[in-house]
């Protein structure tokens, strides 16, 4: 399957740069007919091009255009077709100039200008495509209803296996929004709407209420797709007989794409089968690796694992506050005296929580005029500083000594003269940081 994408890629950009540049196909003024649902067609051929020459005859691969296709080009946001013409096969198609379609051919056979040839598109893939492109317009729709009237289509992308829709909007939705349009596009699935298509003048399409999209350009008669009462878009591209033949929609992911533009990824029918069945593995494996019984769900067994582990964690808070009685005992056997008379304390510990770390200076800021603690983590330091009332009148209030630690380590903070908290990022400085404090302190 990738290899067939990566081989329509290529094929893509050689046509594109081909059509955009070869004097031969800006001169081709041929006509050729594309019949929209049809899939299979005898057709002449009018036109070889192979090497940026147009070619009476050819083997291998060229591209050929033909009187009549039933070959989708790729517009519009949706893939073109592939299939076969005769033997061989057709890669991709894309649009000239002139509005003919040209097929990216691969073949044994020589090819003639004139002869008639058997075009046959891979019917099983159009399928899949025009069920996502369908889609397409009932999540327009539903955006319509669910999100605002302001919300206007920026560009779309359909092919068998996905889709993808970008809409001006601001604010990403949230989940309980997109649980909204999902569920309001597959009741309209399931009503099997008919879908039908007008060809009528561009004025009145538009006064039919026929939405166009922004920046796209219309000629003089205009396809009008229609999806019940639900959705009316202009649209050159294919769609499904009815909405019930797209059997199922599923929303895959929303983000942002661009200031003011997001971006919605879904699939349908077979794709979203798959993905519901690899969701539904997903699950399979996690209810063994819980080992749930019939009868508790992965919401019952996660609760009792979030239950048991906030028991285990209060129980561990308890123990370490249990064992700072300890700690406090053995810090205040480690105070320093500066020359002004003021005991010291500088403490280094490693992965203290938030409220462990408060209490621990809370029991040991009126045993000592002057705390200090760095406690180390993974993504840098946390400092903590209390000063006595006599370590404040001495000009060492805490705010300031918690601002040079974090500067010395990279980091910034500071607070009141009695308690402040900081933080550092580079650890390798922390010595050098403490040397620089005694020296203030003059310890």
């Known amino acids: 399957l990738e290899a067939q994408k990566e081989r329509a890629r290529s094929a893509r950009q050689k046509v594109e740069s081909m059509t955009s540049q070869v004097e031969a196909i800006l001169n081709f003024k041929e006509e050729s007919e594309f019949l929209y649902d049809v899939f299979e067609v005898e057709a002449k051929i009018t036109g070889i091009f192979v090497d940026d020459q147009r070619v009476s005859s050819f083997t291998g691969e060229g591209l050929v255009a033909t009187d009549k296709t039933p070959f989708y080009a790729e517009s519009g946001g949706q893939v073109s077709d592939t299939g076969w013409i005769n033997d061989g096969i057709v890669i991709n198609v894309s649009k000239a100039n002139a509005g003919q379609h040209l097929h990216h051919v691969k073949t044994d056979e020589t090819l003639r200008e004139g002869d008639i040839v058997k075009l046959k598109i891979n019917r099983d893939r159009r399928i899949l495509i025009r069920k996502n492109h369908s889609a397409v317009h009932l999540l327009h729709a539903a955006l319509h209803e669910l999100v605002g ?241 006599k370590a404040i009148e001495l000009g060492f209030k805490a705010g300031d000594l918690a601002k040079a630690l974090a500067q010395a380590t990279g980091g910034n903070g500071g607070g009141r003269p009695n308690f402040a908290q900081s933080g550092g990022k580079d650890l390798s400085k922390l010595k050098d940081a403490y040397q620089k404090i005694c020296a203030k302190i003059k310890i």
Not at 254 to 261: K, N, R, T
Not at 288 to 308: H, N
Request: net charge negative; aromatic share 6%; hydrophobic share 35%.
């Open 149 to 389: 009237e302001h919300v206007n289509q920026a560009g779309s992308y359909v092919d068998e296996d996905y889709f993808r829709l970008d809409f001006t909007h601001i604010e990403r939705l949230d989940a309980k929004k997109l649980k909204e349009i999902e569920s309001l596009v597959n009741d309209w699935i399931a009503k099997s709407l008919p879908i039908k298509t007008d060809i009528m003048d561009i004025n009145s399409a538009k006064a039919s209420g026929a939405m166009a999209l922004f920046g796209d350009t219309y000629g003089e008669m205009v396809r009008v797709v229609s999806m019940g009462d639900v959705s009316k878009e202009l649209c050159g591209g294919t769609h499904a007989i009815n909405t019930g033949e797209i059997g199922v929609f599923k929303i895959e992911s929303e983000e942002s794409v661009g200031s003011g533009v997001r971006r919605i990824v879904g699939k349908t029918s077979l794709g979203a089968y798959q993905a519901f069945t690899e969701l539904k593995e997903d699950l399979d494996l996690i209810s063994q690796y819980l080992k749930l019984s019939p009868q508790k769900s992965i919401m019952d067994r996660l609760q009792e694992l979030d239950e048991e582990f906030t028991d285990l964690h209060n129980k561990y808070d308890q123990l370490m506050k249990a064992s700072l009685d300890v700690k406090v005992s053995d810090y205040l056997n480690q105070t320093k005296v500066s020359e002004d008379g003021l005991e010291v304390l500088w403490i280094e510990e490693e992965n203290l929580e938030r409220e462990i770390l408060n209490d621990l200076a809370d029991k040991l800021k009126d045993k000592v005029d002057i705390v200090m603690i760095a406690n180390k983590r993974e993504s840098g330091l946390n400092f903590l500083v209390t000063s006595s009332h």
